[in-house]
């Protein structure tokens, strides 16, 4: 079956740090992958997605390229900011419509500090 | 982007009662909703899916006189658990997803059974 493994947080950096959370899948045939973010006592918000090999899903300085040869879908941005401290979970989905199930991983905790 | 609404977005009840969650797409049709419950510091627990005029598929587990699911429309879904206990206590989140649209999802419930 479908699954996705994260690293395990919480991830603490400086502002301003360079920040990667690492993501693989394991899946059938060719999965559209996604990051979410969840802020506190919130639901979860898309942050970018990837539809197929080599895609690089982009968006509020976040970026993921979605590696079929390593099944990566690895998040990073440049300089974190305080206001980026959330859980970001990486998840795949066997199409690119919203009618599938999402399999999610266990999600990472990051915390930006001054 | 898509909004989708979750209401209520917190609730405290007595044991026993019945509590009745929505969720509404408010700018796409859903043809699948999906209900997930969050326990704290972990991922997302899939629970059902509901597809438009038709009744919900429950993951393993889930019990479905429990946790009635209804999507009588292309833009609403509703969850009611029943005689709700103390260990029904929890975070749910509704998500919906249409043609050509990713999953989105609703800002979550906080449920606290006295």
């Known amino acids: 079956g479908n699954s996705v493994t994260q690293m395990e947080g919480p991830v603490t950096l400086s502002e301003e740090a360079f920040l990667t959370i690492n993501c693989t899948y394991t899946?059938?045939?060719?999965?559209?992958l996604f990051w979410y973010v969840q802020y506190p006592g919130e639901g979860l918000q898309l942050l970018l997605k990837?539809?197929?090999?080599?895609d690089k899903g982009s968006n509020k300085g976040f970026e993921a390229t979605y590696r079929k040869e390593t099944t990566s879908f690895h998040l990073e941005k440049g300089s974190v900011q305080v206001s980026d401290s959330a859980v970001y979970f990486c998840?795949?989905?066997?199409?690119?419509?919203?009618?599938?199930?999402?399999?999610f991983g266990t999600g990472t905790q990051l915390k930006v500090e001054l | 982007g898509a909004v989708v609404s979750q209401h209520p977005s917190w609730v405290i009840c007595k044991s026993g009662t019945s509590v009745k969650i929505e969720c509404r797409s408010l700018?796409?049709?859903?043809?699948?909703m999906f209900w997930y419950r969050q326990f704290p510091k972990q991922s997302l627990m899939l629970m059902a899916t509901?597809?438009?005029?038709?009744?919900?598929?429950?993951e393993q587990g889930v019990e479905k006189d429990k946790f009635l699911i209804n999507h009588a429309s292309l833009t609403l879904s509703t969850l009611t658990v029943t005689s709700a206990h103390p260990e029904d206590s929890s975070f749910y989140i509704c998500?919906?997803?249409?043609?050509?649209?990713?999953?989105?999802f609703g800002d979550g419930t906080r449920l606290s059974i006295l």
């Open positions: 998500s919906a997803g249409g043609f050509n649209q990713p999953q989105h």
């Open positions: 899946a059938t045939g060719y999965p559209s």
């Open positions: 990837a539809t197929k090999a080599d």
């Open positions: 998840a795949l989905s066997g199409v690119t419509g919203g009618g599938n199930k999402l399999t």
């Open positions: 700018d796409f049709q859903a043809t699948t």
């Open positions: 509901s597809n438009e005029g038709s009744k919900a598929t429950y």
